[in-house]
């Protein structure tokens, strides 16, 4: 039979399992009960609603600041595959296996800088030229679609320069 004890909040008997451990290497467990421990949180978070927001929006602005820093660092010393286009400002990753999100996106999100870099080591790194490339490459759907929507055959005038390409 599991061992039985007095929840400190509401006063009923209840199974050991019920209260949260407080140290768990030592075994040591919390002296109110799960669903009093629950409500407490959710009392305490509904009277400090406004200072908890602007707290984890903080954090969120600090994080993205940091990340974007290192993520220049890290693109600093890093080329294109294809062309070895140096510049950070056109350099963008291209997801090999396992997306789990955006790169930009997960900086953006204010992730933690260790998720972000294990993302980053399933990519190889191109320019956006070159990234755009091997995209539609890749996709040949997309290709087809648009020679569906676009004639190609057409001469075209290009506006600035007028010249026509047939």
């Known amino acids: 039979m599991e061992t039985l004890r007095e929840c400190g909040k509401c006063g009923v008997l209840k199974p050991l399992s019920e209260f949260d451990f407080r140290f768990k290497e030592r075994g040591i467990r919390q002296w109110n009960c799960k669903s009093c421990a629950s409500a407490y949180k959710r009392d305490w978070y509904l009277r400090n609603r ?36 140096r510049d950070p ?42 990234h755009r490339r091997k995209t539609l490459l890749e996709r040949g759907a997309y290709l087809r679609k648009l020679r569906g929507i676009i004639d190609f055959t057409k001469p075209r005038v290009y506006l600035a320069c007028g010249h026509v390409r047939s």
């Open 50 to 85: 406004e200072h908890q927001l602007a707290r984890v929006k903080a954090g969120r602005e600090r994080r993205r600041t940091e990340n974007r820093i290192r993520l220049w660092e890290y693109l600093a010393g890093k080329m294109c595959v294809d062309c070895g286009e």
């Open 89 to 130: 400002l056109v350099l963008e990753f291209d997801h090999l296996r396992d997306k789990r999100r955006e790169v930009s996106k997960m900086i953006l999100d204010g992730f933690v800088w260790n998720e972000i870099l294990a993302e980053i080591q399933k990519c190889e790194i191109r320019c956006a030229n070159c």
